[in-house]
């Protein structure tokens, strides 16, 4: 949102979706070759290219369930249906969420609004990777609070979020990742 208040034409938001960001890529190369140099002829598009810029239909856009822990399957299109991939995006999550919720709650108890809302922004985006369910919403939900200076409305939703990331990472711990891109 802030790059494209400053002036930037197009924006992905995190995650960024593979399939989505070589869409863009293509479209932007093709707008350039739509577009002669003063000493080339113009280049024609090809099917593909036209087919990439077509709009996603909203059934592929869908998001899991609200009650859902994982979505499976718009976690399987973010990792291009790579089990290698799936595996290190867990593993690091795995290991790295616990040191961003830790920070949250210094955050919290020092009264660092910048702090939380950052904190809860980093983990929104790391969250966003897997779904977004209810730890998703109440990371988005504590970075609001953060920028909105409500410490006392972020305490109350953290608890929220201690619990959903609880259960996110109980679920990926537990994923068979064999069997989700099987």
Do not use: W
Not at 14 to 28: G, V, Y
Not at 137 to 162: I, K, M, N, P, Y
């Amino acid at each position: 949102v802030t790059a494209m208040r400053d002036g930037a034409v197009n924006y992905l938001a995190k995650p960024i979706d593979p399939a989505r960001l070589f869409e863009e890529i293509d479209r932007l190369f093709a707008d350039r070759a739509a577009t002669p140099a003063p000493h080339e002829p113009a280049v024609r598009k090809r099917a593909d290219q036209a087919q990439a810029e077509a709009p996603v239909p909203a059934e592929a856009r869908a998001e899991a369930p609200a009650g859902a822990v994982i979505d499976r399957r718009g976690l399987l299109a973010r990792v291009q249906g790579q089990a290698s991939m799936l595996q290190v995006c867990t593993e690091t999550f795995l290991a790295d969420y616990p040191k961003t919720l830790a920070r949250l709650h210094d955050a919290l108890a020092t009264e660092d609004t910048d702090g939380v809302a950052m904190a809860a922004h980093s983990l929104k985006g790391a969250v966003a990777i897997f779904s977004r369910g209810p730890a998703y919403q109440a990371a988005a939900t504590l970075e609001r609070l953060g920028r909105e200076q409500d410490l006392d409305s972020a305490r109350q939703v953290v608890a929220v979020l201690d619990r959903e990331m609880g259960r996110l990472s109980v679920a990926l711990a537990t994923l068979d990742v064999s069997e989700l891109v099987a």
